[in-house]
């Protein structure tokens, strides 16, 4: 089944706001939302964004996300090194009953 | 909450995965229960999940070869997935799934190679 659409891979500078981007349709993201989870690899992933739009608790304010029709976007403000990961967004799909990851962005701090 | 996996790591193509996730903490009855996986070099795909009804949803792709189920006295799911390949190498992980994946286990490398 089709994903979420995610640029592969994204640079800022640190210090710097970076927006990531995750597309999908009215069946899922414009449906319900996503979620936004970062992954640095060897380690599970953590969530850093609710698809019901809250943060987890324990998650930088740094963090934040909207949407805009079947767009999400994961803001992250003030940069650092630690940032450095992969960012996936997913989405329940009501069409096939599933839930659906995009494909992932590697965010690259410079 | 805490999610703690396990199961066989090396598998032969044809075999059966079969994986096991055990949570302590929380409330087990409560919540959806998902399984995760990623290739080498790959993103996360989704492959099923239990909800509090024991009612399950599948990825369609995995739907023929997946069954994940529940045993809610011993707050523990598990996952089989039959006919495994070399396709199917991969880290898998447990998760709590509450609006997002917020509870994950620490992941399992199973690997299939004759």
């Known amino acids: 089944q089709a994903g979420l659409a995610q640029p592969p891979s994204v640079s800022y500078a640190l210090g710097q706001t970076a927006t990531l981007t995750c597309t999908g349709d009215s069946n899922n993201v414009g449906y319900e939302g996503a979620s936004w989870l970062q992954h640095h690899q060897g380690h599970p992933p953590k969530l850093l964004w609710y698809r019901s739009n809250d943060r987890p608790s324990g998650i930088s304010e740094r963090f934040s996300a909207s949407r805009s029709g079947s767009t999400t976007s994961l803001t992250i403000t003030g940069l650092q090194p630690e940032d450095e990961a992969d960012y996936y967004c997913?989405?329940?799909?009501?069409?096939?009953?599933?839930?659906?990851f995009g494909g992932g962005t590697k965010l690259t701090v410079l | 909450v805490q999610l703690q996996q396990w199961g066989a790591g090396l598998l032969k193509p044809s075999e059966t995965l079969s994986l096991t996730c055990a949570v302590y903490?929380?409330?087990?009855?409560?919540?959806?229960w998902t399984w995760i996986r990623q290739p080498p070099g790959k993103g996360l795909e989704w492959i099923g999940e239990i909800t509090p009804s024991g009612r399950t949803n599948y990825n369609p792709s995995l739907k023929s070869r997946v069954t994940i189920s529940k045993d809610t006295s011993n707050n523990q799911f598990s996952l089989k997935l039959t006919y495994v390949t070399a396709a199917d190498t991969a880290v898998y992980y447990c998760a709590r799934s509450v609006d997002g994946f917020d509870n994950w286990g620490q992941g399992t490398l199973v690997t299939v190679s004759s």
């Open positions: 903490g929380g409330s087990f009855s409560a919540y959806h």
């Open positions: 997913s989405a329940w799909d009501r069409t096939i009953s599933a839930h659906v």
